[in-house]
């Protein structure tokens, strides 16, 4: 907070603003504190950290907060999180707010979190804590949550078919960026801070791309060669397809799968800026497209990112917390079966296929493989321990892969690799 503005009336009218637009929940925080900046071209670079920093601190510790001051409001929360969170005194804080909002002030600092309700203290809808606790145990459930409290370092993933990651850092470095290599990805570097990376000639030219380390291992787990044909069923905005593109050296077929056009049309710009002449993006209608269809049997790897709660991103989206429910998991896990059940028609025999989610949950992650298995005999598991250690890489979470913020330092991931046998 110390390279933040001083919080003033008009500041804490800006957070209190955009943080109700945000709980709102019409669509994702970042989406909505962006629409408040368009609206309000006249903040400052300075001016729009704070703002920005507080509403997302305030979302992260949303349940904490507002038993702590006693109120919900957005404005409440806002309050408190700048004496709590900030580590502001009630005396920075009291110049800017009227009189009556002393006495909030006072409670919200004084308030003893280990006196609140464990589900409180994680931060974390009551259903949620309960299905974790379930899953985890409450002493590895409270460290699950509470690895998701804080915010996410950035990560930059390096194209390998254009630079290497020494060159890279090195030019960093030479900018003024403190970057370290990342502890398991071969080509993840993690910055110190969170420079305007969009700008830096190694961004510019292609030469890395921001993404989570976790992330990038979904990739290496898939592990593709040259020359081969791949598909990333789900794409999205196509980060990990970048990746296997890369991995593949610009060499073979590389389908880029997606339901939505919108996400894709997003790629075409980054596939251009990579340099990547061997991405294929296809827009399709539902995981049973005619034109997946037409690749069943013919396909070396396949990469099935399914769409999930996000939960293991809460670091970064931490209104994702507060606005899926038990249902829209249930819903969630029937789609992901569904998906995955129609990628496994692409894989040749002895082709890998890769589940994968980021979330913590496992309904979302091993009973999802249970319940595929169960269904499909003519797929066997492979230890993704295995797979990371033949390319070099001291991670063992298992048969599966399984990452949480307080353990790796990435988001909250699941991955299951599977061999075709006939």
């Not at 606790?133 to 949550?145: D, L, R, T």
């Not at 700008?199 to 992330?215: C, N």
């Not at 894709?264 to 993006?281: F, Q, T």
Request: hydrophobic content about 45%; overall charge positive; proline content about 5%.
């Amino acid at each position: 907070m110390s390279q933040l503005p001083k919080p003033t009336k008009a500041l804490i009218a800006h957070a209190s603003e955009a943080l109700s637009d945000v709980l709102r929940f019409s669509g994702p925080a970042d989406q909505a504190v962006s629409r408040h900046f368009r609206n309000n071209r006249d903040l400052g670079q300075q001016d729009r950290a704070f703002v920005a920093e507080t509403v997302f601190a305030a979302l992260r510790r949303r349940r904490s907060l507002a038993m702590a001051a006693q109120s919900e409001s957005p404005y409440s929360l806002v309050l408190a999180a700048l004496v709590r969170l900030h580590g502001l005194s009630v005396r920075a804080v009291a110049e800017a707010v009227r009189e009556k909002d002393l006495p909030l002030l006072e409670r919200a600092r004084a308030a003893r979190a280990e006196e609140l309700p464990m589900a409180v203290q994680a931060d974390l809808p009551d259903w949620l804590w309960a299905r974790l606790v379930a899953q985890h145990g409450e002493a590895e459930a409270m460290a699950i949550a509470r690895g998701m409290l804080g915010a996410a370092p950035m990560d930059l993933r390096v194209n390998l078919a254009k630079a290497t990651r020494e060159a890279v850092m090195a030019s960093l470095r030479s900018s003024g960026i403190a970057c370290e290599a990342a502890p398991y990805s071969p080509a993840g570097i993690r910055l110190a801070d969170k420079p305007a990376i969009n700008r830096h000639p190694a961004y510019l030219d292609g030469s890395v791309e921001v993404q989570d380390e976790g992330s990038q291992l979904l990739a290496v787990i898939v592990a593709p060669r040259r020359g081969e044909m791949v598909v990333d069923f789900c794409a999205g905005g196509g980060g990990k397809t970048l990746a296997l593109g890369a991995m593949m050296r610009n060499t073979g077929r590389l389908y880029a799968f997606d339901v939505s056009a919108k996400r894709l049309a997003g790629l075409d710009p980054r596939v251009a800026r990579s340099g990547l002449s061997n991405v294929h993006p296809i827009a399709i209608t539902s995981e049973s497209d005619v034109r997946a269809k037409r690749l069943a049997g013919k396909i070396d790897r396949v990469l099935v990112d399914a769409p999930c709660s996000g939960f293991g991103t809460l670091r970064r989206n931490p209104d994702l917390k507060w606005r899926f429910g038990e249902k829209d998991v249930a819903e969630l896990v029937e789609k992901q079966f569904r998906i995955l059940t129609a990628a496994a028609r692409l894989p040749r025999t002895g082709g890998r296929l890769v589940y994968a989610t980021c979330s913590v949950l496992r309904e979302e992650g091993e009973e999802v493989v249970e319940k595929f298995l169960a269904a499909h005999p003519e797929y066997a598991q492979v230890s993704c321990a295995e797979i990371l250690r033949a390319q070099g890489i001291a991670l063992d979470t298992g048969l599966n892969l399984r990452l949480f913020p307080h353990l790796h330092h990435t988001d909250g991931f699941f991955a299951a690799a599977f061999e075709r046998k006939s």
